[in-house]
């Protein structure tokens, strides 16, 4: 439904977008995952026709961006970082002044339904002037599914909103993807990435790295090992260098052994520690957050700039 090839942007001399090549399935709720700076909005404006591409090409629902941007725009949601509403006019005024643009049929009926589902149909007549920051977030949402389009751009969703609003906004975008629509969801919000999404596309100025929150854990780290032992040495380590083992480390009385194929390597590995007096209270497979993963590939990479 989503796919970009090569996408590139620059601002002057300035490279915000570089070489961004991914996709997204019908259906699929993707992250675009980065820090501040890393290229996510510059992205969404260019999927959304809002800019044009400086090299690179993408394809909305099957049109290309700067080819065919109505058919684009009658397909596409968007939540933009400065939702734009009209502050002096009503939550229901906001929305109909939307529809119209967008020449949407039966307004009324539409209106009400987002309304509804956001929650914001008691207070439809206030002045968004009034609504907190949580509301407006919400009524942007509406706006950007009044047109019931099939693929959402939704850019920082839940930034500057209190916990208790980004929790319901999130939970609403789980409930848009039950309804089987496509989602780019960007965020710097690791735990929203991994709570939300089925992949994650991690960006900064280029693609970082792209896949599950569980193979992006895989990929990074292997697997690792953790043996609990009743009689700690840290200098057992030293002797761990088995076919397989990758690095070695003690803390706290336990050996964190990274290795290649736990299966074939961990009952070596068992072994090895029995013959060196180890004794040996648990073996399990270590927790990896994707934290972790995040931190260390952001960091990667800046090394290689
Ligand atoms: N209109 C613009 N003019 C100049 N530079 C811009 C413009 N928009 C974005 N940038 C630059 O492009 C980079 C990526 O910005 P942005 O896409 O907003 O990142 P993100 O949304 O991930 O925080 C930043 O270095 C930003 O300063
Ligand atoms: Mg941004």
Same mark, same amino acid.
């Given at each position: 439904m989503i796919e970009t090839a090569g996408l590139t942007r620059k601002f002057g001399d300035v490279i915000a977008v570089e070489d961004l090549s991914f996709a997204v399935s019908e259906g699929e709720i993707v992250a675009l995952l980065?820090?501040?700076?890393?290229?996510?909005?510059?992205?969404?404006?260019?999927?959304?026709?809002?800019?044009?591409?400086?090299?690179?090409?993408?394809? /909305? %629902?099957?049109?290309?961006?700067?080819?065919?941007?109505?058919?684009? !725009?009658?397909?596409?949601? /968007?939540? +933009?970082?400065?939702? %734009?509403?009209? *502050? !002096?006019l009503s939550a229901q005024h906001n929305l109909r002044f939307f529809a119209e643009l967008y020449g949407i049929p039966d307004p009324d009926r539409r209106i009400e339904k987002y309304l509804r589902f956001f929650g914001l149909w008691a207070r439809r007549d206030e002045p968004v002037a009034a609504f907190s920051k949580g509301m407006r977030q919400k009524l942007a949402l509406a706006r950007a599914l009044l047109h019931e389009p099939k693929i959402l751009l939704l850019d920082e969703p839940t930034a500057g909103l209190d916990p208790e609003s980004a929790k319901s906004v999130r939970e609403f975008i789980a409930e848009l993807k039950g309804e089987g629509r496509t989602i780019l969801l960007c965020t710097h919000n690791l735990p929203e990435a991994e709570?939300?999404?089925?992949?994650?596309?991690?960006?900064? +100025?280029?693609?970082?790295?792209?896949? +599950?929150?569980?193979?992006? *854990?895989?990929?990074? =780290? %292997?697997? !690792? /090992?953790? /043996?609990e032992l009743a009689n700690p040495r840290p200098e057992i380590v030293e002797e761990l260098r088995l076919p397989g083992v990758k690095s070695a480390e003690h803390s706290d009385g336990k050996l964190w052994v990274?290795?290649?194929?736990?299966? =074939?390597?961990?009952?070596?590995?068992?072994r090895r520690l029995v013959e060196l007096g180890a004794e040996i209270i648990s073996v399990r497979e270590a927790e990896t957050s994707l934290e972790d993963v995040y931190h260390e590939l952001m960091e990667g990479d800046s090394a290689q700039d």
């Open positions: 980065g820090p501040n700076g890393a290229g996510k909005t510059t992205t969404v404006r260019m999927l959304s026709c809002l800019i044009a591409p400086t090299a690179g090409r993408a394809w /909305v %629902g099957g049109y290309e961006v700067h080819q065919d941007p109505t058919a684009v !725009r009658a397909i596409v949601g /968007v939540l +933009t970082e400065t939702p %734009g509403l009209y *502050k !002096r709570r939300l999404c089925d992949r994650i596309v991690l960006l900064r +100025t280029r693609l970082i790295a792209e896949g +599950t929150p569980e193979e992006l *854990k895989r990929r990074l =780290f %292997g697997s !690792r /090992v953790v /043996v990274e290795v290649e194929d736990p299966r =074939f390597v961990n009952p070596i590995l068992v």
